[in-house]
C-alpha cells in the first residue's frame, strides 16, 4: 500500500470499523495514556510494534529510529529525540518496561557493517549507526569466519544489548532500575519465520518464545 489513496480509503476503513467499535477505549484514551511499556524499534515498515505485539492504542509508548538504538546518555545541546521520548516515558508515564526490538534483515545495522548504498551519501545515517559499532567490534572478535548473514544476525542482536546498555547510563533509568520499578528487555524479530527471541539475562543468549 503505497498510493496516498489507498491510505485516505485505510483511514475512512479505520473510522469505520476500528475507531467506531473502540468508542469506549478512545474516549478513556482522551483523558490521558497510560502505557506501561515503552518500546524503541527500527523505523523500518515491516516491523510495526503495534502489530506485531497485538498492542492497542494506548498500550505503547514508541520510538521509532533507524536500527532502533538508544544513543548514550549526553548532557548538553543537540536534538536528542531518542532521549527526550525516553526522558518522558520514563519519568512522567512511569513506565514499567523499556523494550528494544530489533529485527532481521535490519538495514541500518547493514550500512553500518557494509557502508551505505549507492546513491545516498549517509550525511545522518552513517554518524547514527554508528552507535552500534562496538556491537559490530565484538561479533567481530567472537566469530570472524562465519557467514555474511549469521554476521549481519549476530551484530543485530549485539547492537541490542548495545542499547540496552546505553538505557543504563541515563541516571533517571539508573534510579529506577535500582528501585526496581523498571525492567529492560531486548527482543529480536525474525520477520522471515515471524519469531520472536528475547535477551536473557542470566545465559546472556536469545531464546525463542514458544
Ligand atoms: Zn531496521
Same mark, same amino acid.
Given at each position: 500500500?503505497?498510493?496516498?489513496?489507498?491510505?485516505?480509503?485505510?483511514?475512512?476503513?479505520?473510522?469505520?470499523?476500528?475507531?467506531?467499535?473502540?468508542?469506549?477505549?478512545?474516549a +478513556?484514551?482522551?483523558?490521558?495514556?497510560?502505557? $506501561?511499556?515503552?518500546?524503541? +524499534?527500527?523505523?523500518?515498515?515491516?516491523?510495526? @510494534?503495534?502489530?506485531?505485539?497485538?498492542?492497542?492504542?494506548?498500550?505503547?509508548?514508541?520510538?521509532?529510529?533507524?536500527?532502533?538504538?538508544? @544513543?548514550?546518555?549526553?548532557?548538553?545541546?543537540?536534538?536528542?529525540?531518542?532521549?527526550?521520548?525516553?526522558?518522558?516515558?520514563? /519519568?512522567?508515564?512511569?513506565?514499567?518496561?523499556?523494550?528494544?526490538?530489533?529485527?532481521?534483515? /535490519?538495514?541500518?545495522?547493514?550500512?553500518?557493517?557494509e557502508?551505505? @548504498?549507492?546513491?545516498?551519501?549517509g550525511?545522518?545515517?552513517?554518524?547514527?549507526? $554508528?552507535?552500534?559499532?562496538?556491537?559490530?567490534?565484538?561479533?567481530?572478535?567472537?566469530?570472524?569466519?562465519?557467514?555474511?548473514?549469521?554476521?549481519? /544476525?549476530? /551484530?543485530?542482536?549485539?547492537?541490542?544489548?548495545? $542499547?540496552?546498555?546505553?538505557?543504563?547510563?541515563? @541516571?533517571?533509568?539508573?534510579?529506577r532500575?535500582?528501585?526496581?520499578?523498571?525492567?529492560?528487555?531486548?527482543?529480536?524479530?525474525?520477520?522471515?519465520?515471524?519469531?520472536?527471541?528475547?535477551?536473557?539475562?542470566?545465559?546472556?543468549?536469545?531464546?525463542?518464545?514458544?
Amino acid at each position: 500500500m503505497s498510493d496516498i489513496k489507498q491510505l485516505v480509503a485505510g483511514f475512512r476503513q479505520f473510522h469505520e470499523d476500528y475507531f467506531r467499535g473502540e468508542q469506549g477505549l478512545y474516549a +478513556a484514551l482522551s483523558q490521558g495514556q497510560n502505557p $506501561s511499556t515503552l518500546v524503541i +524499534a527500527c523505523s523500518d515498515s515491516r516491523v510495526d @510494534p503495534a502489530i506485531v505485539m497485538n498492542a492497542k492504542p494506548g498500550d505503547l509508548f514508541v520510538v521509532r529510529n533507524v536500527a532502533n538504538l538508544v @544513543p548514550p546518555y549526553e548532557k548538553g545541546g543537540g536534538y536528542h529525540g531518542v532521549s527526550a521520548a525516553l526522558e518522558f516515558g520514563v /519519568c512522567s508515564l512511569n513506565v514499567e518496561n523499556i523494550i528494544v526490538m530489533g529485527h532481521k534483515h /535490519c538495514g541500518g545495522i547493514k550500512v553500518l557493517t557494509e557502508g551505505m @548504498p549507492e546513491g545516498i551519501d549517509g550525511e545522518f545515517i552513517k554518524p547514527w549507526v $554508528s552507535i552500534a559499532k562496538p556491537a559490530m567490534e565484538r561479533v567481530k572478535q567472537l566469530a570472524n569466519k562465519q557467514d555474511k548473514t549469521a554476521f549481519l /544476525c549476530d /551484530c543485530e542482536r549485539e547492537a541490542i544489548k548495545v $542499547s540496552l546498555e546505553n538505557l543504563a547510563t541515563f @541516571p533517571f533509568i539508573q534510579t529506577r532500575l535500582a528501585q526496581g520499578n523498571l525492567t529492560l528487555h531486548g527482543w529480536y524479530f525474525d520477520i522471515e519465520d515471524g519469531a520472536m527471541s528475547v535477551f536473557d539475562e542470566q545465559s546472556k543468549q536469545f531464546k525463542q518464545v514458544d
